[in-house]
């Protein structure tokens, strides 16, 4: 059934409603959770239209020529990396783009040899199962909360946030200006300004907004788009800034891990105390369990 068809049965079935059933049944329909299953439904269909308009946008490996960067450093490791956008592309997607020869999930060890080993992938943004994991099981009710996702590139922690939480305010701050741009094309689309902004800006120039923020998220922000001692650097002013008392800090990977090769005057025992997550939520599915543990949550002390 279409739109205006639907619509056109709704007003229909109202009008048959008798006159002193209507108001409880409009009230019923304004505070019944009997809906929930369908407002989430649409909120992947939603998620997946989103990807797909960012898919058209974007070459495969979802770097941009503006992130040398990044290009360079992933040049460099050992091995050969496959970088894939995991909101933009799950397992069913690459597997269908290995049968079609447009990727392969294995390399060849000898040139020339059948001898192949399996290709590591990497992913720059949060996947929308772990995005869930993080709005449904890692943080509290957000109402009234601002959140602030360091280094927002295509804005998945922010759409998710939108369509699972009730933050008031989701702000990604991206110092990428083609992302940026991306970001905004998606908000406009969807309409999602009332609640979302992004600061096309390095994150070492927005003390206020890290210093309001009930919520930080850091997915992997620095390590491949930052040399070790702008990476540093950032680390300090965020322990610098975010220092409210009881704010959540979300990290991948682990705090230690992330300052772990730096040089930094950072005593985490003294900025934050971690709290142990459950990563067995969705034990019976078929799920990247490695994934959800690098997933850590802090609070601020
Ligand atoms: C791994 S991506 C994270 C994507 C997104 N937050 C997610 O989880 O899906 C890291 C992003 O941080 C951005 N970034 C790195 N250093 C930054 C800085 N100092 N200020 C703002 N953005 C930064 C990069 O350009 C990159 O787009």
Redesign the pocket.
């Known amino acids: 059934m279409d739109l205006a068809s639907a619509q056109h049965a709704v007003l229909q079935l109202l009008g048959a409603v008798s006159t002193s059933d209507l108001a409880a049944l409009l009230d019923w329909m304004r505070t019944t959770r009997d809906f929930d299953e369908f407002i989430h439904d649409n909120n992947d269909i939603i998620l997946k239209n989103i990807a797909e308009d960012l898919r058209n946008c974007l070459p495969l490996e979802t770097m941009l020529s503006s992130?040398q960067v990044?290009i360079q450093k992933i040049k460099q490791q050992p091995e050969p990396i496959i970088h894939i956008?995991?909101?933009l592309y799950d397992d069913d997607f690459i597997d269908s783009l290995c049968e079609k020869g447009r990727m392969s999930r294995n390399y060849c060890t000898v040139c020339g040899s059948h001898q192949t080993a399996p290709l590591r992938f990497i992913?720059?943004?949060?996947s929308p199962l772990?995005?869930k994991f993080i709005y449904q099981h890692v943080l509290p009710d957000l109402s009234g909360k601002v959140l602030v996702?360091?280094?927002?590139?295509?804005?998945?922690?922010l759409f998710v946030g939108y369509l699972y939480s009730s933050a008031l305010q989701l702000h990604?701050?991206?110092?990428?200006q083609d992302?940026c741009q991306l970001q905004e094309m998606i908000i406009a689309k969807y309409k999602f300004m009332d609640r979302i902004k992004v600061h096309h800006?390095?994150?070492?120039t927005?003390a206020s907004l890290l210093q309001n923020a009930d919520v930080v998220?850091?997915?992997?922000?620095?390590?491949?788009?930052?040399d070790r001692s702008?990476q540093s650097r950032?680390w300090e002013y965020i322990s610098h800034n975010v220092r409210k008392k009881g704010t959540l800090l979300v990290t991948?990977p682990s705090l230690k891990e992330c300052l772990s090769n730096l040089q930094v005057a950072i005593h985490l025992n003294q900025w934050v105390e971690e709290v142990q997550l459950n990563y067995n939520i969705y034990a019976e599915k078929d799920i990247d369990r490695e994934a959800l543990e690098q997933i850590h949550l802090y609070k601020i002390v």
């Open positions: 992130e990044a956008d995991a909101f992913s720059h943004s949060f772990e995005l996702d360091v280094g927002s590139r295509l804005g998945p922690v990604g701050v991206e110092m990428n992302f800006a390095d994150i070492c927005q998220i850091m997915n992997n922000v620095f390590e491949y788009f930052l702008e950032a991948v």
